[in-house]
C-alpha cells in the first residue's frame, strides 16, 4: 500500500477525534463499523449469487470487491483510533500469515 492509504486512515481518525471525540464509546463504534461493513460485503455476495429468491441476482463481483475494500479502511481508521499504527499492524499480520505459508 502506498503512503495515501496509511495518510488517509489518520486524516480519517482525527476528522472523527475532531468530530466526535474518542471516548470510549466512540471508540467501539469505530471498530463496530467494521461489522457493519463486513455485514455490507456478505449482503453484496449473496445478491451475487442469488440467493434471496424474492431478489435474484442484485449485486456485482465489483460491489463485492468494493464493500471488501471498506471493511478494511473500517480497520485501519479503528486500529489508528486505538492509538496504534496502521502500517505496523498490518506488516505484523502479513508476516504472521506468510509464516504459515513456509510451514
Not at 475494500?69 to 499492524?89: E, H, K, N, Q
Request: hydrophobic letters at 45%.
Amino acid at each position: 500500500m502506498d503512503d495515501k492509504v496509511w495518510e488517509a486512515a489518520a486524516r480519517w481518525r482525527e476528522f472523527l477525534d475532531e468530530r466526535n471525540g474518542s471516548d470510549p464509546l466512540e471508540l467501539t463504534c469505530r471498530i463496530m463499523k467494521i461489522s457493519e461493513e463486513a455485514g455490507e460485503a456478505a449482503q453484496a455476495w449473496i445478491g451475487v449469487l442469488g440467493q434471496n429468491p424474492r431478489k435474484g441476482v442484485t449485486h456485482t463481483t465489483d460491489d463485492v470487491v468494493k464493500e471488501l475494500a471498506d471493511v478494511a479502511f473500517a480497520a485501519l481508521v479503528a486500529i489508528a483510533s486505538l492509538g496504534a499504527d496502521p502500517r505496523a499492524a498490518v506488516d505484523d499480520v502479513v508476516t504472521k500469515a506468510e509464516g504459515y505459508l513456509t510451514r
